[in-house]
């Protein structure tokens, strides 16, 4: 042992991969080892003391679009209530109790990766000083990379390989061995202690890059040291054993690492930290960062169990024992449902068959996917998919592949899956099935349902003042339960002829209730009615956390707040629908899951969307909009009753008029809806768009083999009940023709034989450019239209051409222009303006004779002139940047309006792929890189650069933008300390990842354009002469 101290070295182990990972990478920090020949007694205090620091981050992992050759070994679909973010997170060791944090969005922690004392600036003095010897000046050309990685890191990184794990062990008290003066670091400094969990995955990339460079240099050098002695021999060596690579793998990696030896290791470190700088935090409330840290320690604790010495891999449904005690110590579960239980120990299960399992809401079904998931993971060693919806946040149910669009691409996914993919399991979940036999066929899965409820529902009818209770038993399906009790004035019969107040008093404040309404309007004015003639008495339950929500509803709204909301909100009451954003639908989720608002008014979304159950469900009417209810929705809105855990009994009350009695008698009785495939009757984004990605990816690119695909999809198990007048192969030569006959393919005809033929199909340049972009084929040939008018007379004094050329086609058909807001919005454009308009044939006189209603004989595209509405409304908020004052001016819901500006950014960035894939539309590709950003972040121009930084959203950017930091390089060279004094609720935290992020984005750019020098000076591949120069070497 050194004199200055005993030499404490962290481990990071990290499992090896065989092969293309989908899923998470899991990274377990270990106890502090000892160096051999330390007495045990004082390596166990070490070990102890270490484990007593406190590890805590989370990395953020976006999931890109994955070719079907690397799909993973398990998709999981569905999950009441599941937690997405485990699947777009690496959890990393955290500490259960570490909630300190001052800063939900912090991703460096205290951390600057810069600063003159910090890890990277160390490792590039050492590097400097290490080039400096004139033995290395020599070679650093050839050598550099390989010398920084084999000798230069060791004096910080010990390297061991055991089997399939690399331990990265860190000096914490590291002498000057090496004869180089000043690259020591300070006693009790723990390099890696403070490494953000953002920056860990650089050590992955480190253990491929010393399995590759590490050996090829070692190789080098003992070859060398023969002939001249370098500094290598008075370097000290850490031990590093590595498994002997043949001479081909050497000079494979000589190859490879040739091609990099420009880059340092500084730059091999930034690279890796800024690549993961780039995606923001998201925030997270406490309750959701508690359910996080469950998850984190479930999935490390059952890892670390399998990689140690132990068999205890089976006590808990295949997974080790402390799993099974932190769903009982986090979650309170001590025992499995029975149900559960034995979905758990099927056969099928067991042998990794395909399987389909249906329990009423709230049965526990997510518990069973976590669990599944975590067997795959950890003692499978397996990767799992789990598909999401892309519009509701909680669940995907196995039913919505009968739902649209939707349905549509979740069939073509699971087809496409099926059919590449032999070993890969499948698992549906869902609350609602009927026709279970054709998706089983369709995904060659068991079945496994059970009626299972965890608190009892009870399903009443509500006709005037009596109250009637569902059963089955009855002769004519209800018996009576009870008169209503409730004593109403003349005003409040007239006001409340459906006895809401009365049902909602019954529980409210003490419980939860949730009020279905038909309509987005009816939302509202039902929880104002309500609360007109609720007692003063709700005002004092729980009112400083409801002055605190309305208070948080103002700071996200810029200082607006609906004046229903103002109103309704001091009672415990609010409404819930699509016209609000999604930053006040989440405070509002929040409020009510925590009991501080007691009754939501909402539209039938909220049961299919969010996972907020409550004591009491009321449906206002059994009617969607003007559609009579259909049992699926029925099933899901009642659902919603009995809280697990809360409630003891659940109740739900389906308020009717007289008039429809027998409808809603035959709707209770009446078994589910059957689901049925939407690949053919939804054609553009059905079974043509599964033609183009399926030759496209040359997965099939025969019509033989196309059509046996389509035998092997929910519709081809269909088709003798969907099909009536033509067969599956018409249909299929049909989608062909069509998709030929558009430009999207090109059909190859080859003859085998005399009597053989086949019929090949390529993908042409149009088709690829519509494939890439995910443009809807309804609109690729009005989009390629559009863009090709517009190179034309691009106007490009304003964004207004831009952004008309990148309004979202499929929003057309929802919009009802306001003709005297479009008139005024009209007669305020510039003259540029008004020429924009001109050239796509709409003028000021058509608008004018709109406006006064007056009659029309020009004949005007309506989608044009619809489009081009659209495209105001989002002009003028890119230059009011202000989601209230445009929802104001145009008359639209804010919620709308943000979809609409999520809608633009999206199919924004649709065609800019769509452009790069076509060389005549080169003109647009920088122009829409720029659009897109300002249609991403919505705010002014000058604010853009600080928004790339992590951490930083509007409000914070108008802060440092006032206060002097306009650029990115501002924000690099800032003082954290200064920052705080500058910038009102900026914790220290948040001072330290804003100047870190914002030198890594730069480095970034400086890496970028280094690069792009080095791949100019690089000798060309195809240089004459480098070949037979190349041979002659050899």
Not at 36 to 54: F, S
Not at 206 to 212: C, F, G, R, V, W
Not at 477 to 484: A, I, K, P
Request: aromatic share 8%.
């Amino acid at each position: 042992m050194d004199e200055g101290g005993s030499r404490i070295r962290r481990r990071v182990s990290l499992p090896k991969r065989n092969r293309p990972s989908l899923g998470c990478i899991f990274v377990g920090l270990t106890a502090a080892e000892l160096e051999p020949g330390d007495e045990g007694k004082e390596e166990e205090e070490m070990v102890a003391e270490n484990r007593r620091r406190k590890t805590a981050g989370v990395l953020r992992v976006e999931v890109q679009p994955f070719l079907l050759s690397d799909s993973p070994e398990c998709l999981i679909l569905g999950g009441g209530g599941t937690n997405p973010d485990l699947l777009r997170r690496i959890p990393i060791d955290r500490g259960v109790g570490d909630q300190h944090n001052d800063s939900e969005e912090d991703m460096f922690g205290d951390y600057d990766s810069f600063t003159e004392n910090s890890f990277i600036a160390q490792v590039d003095n050492l590097e400097q000083k290490y080039m400096q010897l004139p033995e290395h000046k020599k070679h650093a050309t050839d050598f550099a990379t390989e010398n920084l990685y084999s000798e230069s890191i060791k004096n910080k990184l010990s390297i061991t390989t055991i089997g399939n794990l690399t331990e990265l062990q860190t000096d914490e008290h590291t002498e000057n061995q090496s004869g180089y003066e000043g690259v020591t670091v300070e006693p009790g400094a723990d390099l890696l202690y403070d490494v953000p969990s953002s920056q860990a995955i650089y050590f992955e990339n480190l253990q491929n890059s010393s399995n590759d460079l590490g050996i090829c240099s070692m190789k080098e050098r003992d070859w060398k040291s023969s002939s001249h002695n370098t500094v290598n021999e008075e370097l000290p060596h850490n031990c590093i054993e590595q498994r002997q690579q043949n001479d081909e793998d050497s000079s494979k990696v000589r190859i490879s690492s040739d091609m990099n030896r420009r880059k340092s290791i500084k730059d091999h470190l930034k690279s890796a930290m800024t690549g993961n700088a780039k995606a923001q935090t998201p925030i997270f409330s406490r309750s959701k960062q508690l359910k996080d840290t469950l998850l984190s320690e479930e999935i490390n604790v059952a890892k670390k169990t399998i990689e140690s010495s132990s068999n205890d891999l089976g006590p808990f449904y295949s997974l080790p024992s402390k799993v099974r005690d932190l769903y009982a110590q986090f979650k309170g579960i001590e025992k499995l449902y029975e149900w559960q239980h034995t979905c758990l120990t099927l056969n099928s299960v067991q042998e990794r068959k395909n399987l389909i399992y249906s329990l009423p809401t709230s049965g526990g079904k997510t518990l069973v996917a976590e669990i599944l998931m975590l067997q795959e993971l950890l003692c499978c060693r397996k990767d799992v998919l789990m598909i999401l919806p892309y519009v509701a946040i909680v669940q995907e149910k196995l039913h919505m592949i009968g739902e649209g669009s939707r349905g549509a691409t979740l069939e073509m996914t699971l087809a496409k899956i099926l059919y590449t993919s032999k070993t890969t399991q499948i698992i549906g979940m869902s609350a609602t099935l009927n026709n279970v036999e054709d998706l089983q066929k369709f995904l060659q899965a068991e079945y496994y349902t059970s009626q299972f409820r965890p608190v009892e529902l009870k399903e009443y009818l509500k006709i005037n003042d009596t109250i009637y209770e569902i059963d089955s038993k009855a002769e004519n399906g209800m018996t009576f339960s009870r008169l209503l009790n409730y004593k109403y004035s003349d005003t409040l019969k007239k006001m409340d002829p459906d006895h809401l107040v009365a049902l909602v008093t019954e529980v409210i404040p003490n419980y939860s209730c949730l009020v279905f309404c038909p309509s987005k309007k009816n939302c509202e004015n039902v929880a104002e009615m309500i609360c007109k003639f609720l007692s003063k008495e709700y005002l004092k339950h729980k009112e400083k956390e409801k002055c605190e929500v309305i208070k948080n509803l103002k700071n996200i709204g810029n200082g607006n707040l609906c004046p229903v909301l103002k109103r309704t909100i001091p009672f415990g009451v609010a409404y819930h629908h699509s016209g609000l954003t999604s930053d006040e639908r989440k405070l509002l989720e929040e409020a009510y899951s925590a009991g501080v608002l007691c009754l939501f008014t909402c539209t039938s979304t909220l049961a299919a969307g969010v996972n907020l159950p409550a004591r009491r469900v009321i449906l206002r009417a059994p009617y969607v909009a003007m559609e009579f209810l259909k049992r699926n929705q029925y099933k899901q809105m009642i659902g919603r009753a009995g809280r697990a855990g809360i409630d003891t009994i659940g109740e739900s009350i389906l308020i009717l008029q007289e008039k429809d009695k027998q409808q809603v008698l035959e709707l209770i009785t009446r078994p589910l809806e059957n689901c049925y495939s939407h690949l053919v009757r939804e054609f553009t984004k059905g079974i043509q768009t599964l033609f183009l990605s399926l030759i496209g990816l040359k997965i099939a690119t025969n019509l033989d083999d196309i059509y046996h695909f389509m035998n092997g999809t929910f519709f081809g198990v269909q088709q003798k009940i969907l099909l009536k007048e033509k067969s599956l192969w018409e249909i299929t030569v049909e989608s062909l023709r069509y998709l030929t006959e558009k430009g999207l393919l090109q059909k190859d005809t080859i003859c085998k034989s005399e009597e053989e033929v086949q019929h090949n199909f390529h993908i042409t340049k149009l088709g690829r450019a519509s494939f890439k972009g995910t443009i809807d084929l309804a609109y690729c040939d009005i989009l390629y239209r559009d863009l090709k008018k517009g190179l034309e007379g691009l106007v490009l004094e304003s964004l207004l051409h831009l952004i008309y050329l990148t309004t979202p086609y499929d929003l057309i058909s929802q919009c009802n222009p306001d003709w005297m807001i479009y008139f005024r919005q009209f007669s305020q454009l510039s003259p540029a303006e008004q020429n924009v308009a001109a050239i796509l044939g709409v003028s000021e006189s058509f608008l004018g004779k709109k406006a006064s209603g007056q009659a029309i004989r020009k004949k005007v595209d309506k989608d044009v002139v619809n489009r081009l509405y659209l495209s105001f409304v989002l002009y003028t908020l890119l230059k009011e940047t202000n989601i209230w004052t445009v929802s104001e001016k145009f008359n639209m819901p804010r919620g709308y309006i943000q979809n609409l500006l999520t809608g633009a950014a999206s199919f924004s960035s649709c065609v800019l792929h769509f452009c790069e894939e076509l060389e005549e539309f080169w003109v647009y590709r920088a122009l829409l890189v720029e659009l897109t950003k300002k249609l991403t972040y919505c705010v002014k121009a000058e604010l853009i650069p600080l928004m790339e930084v992590t951490g930083v959203l509007e409000g914070r950017a108008k802060q440092l933008y006032s206060a002097g930091y306009k650029s990115l390089m501002h924000l690099a060279n800032a003082n954290p300390e200064v920052l705080i004094r500058t910038i009102d609720h900026l914790s220290r935290r948040q001072a330290k990842q804003i100047v870190a992020s914002a030198k890594m984005l730069l480095h970034e750019k400086a890496e970028a354009l280094q690069e792009e020098v080095e791949e100019l000076l690089r000798l060309p591949s195809d240089f004459p002469g480098a070949v037979a120069s190349s041979t002659d070497k050899a």
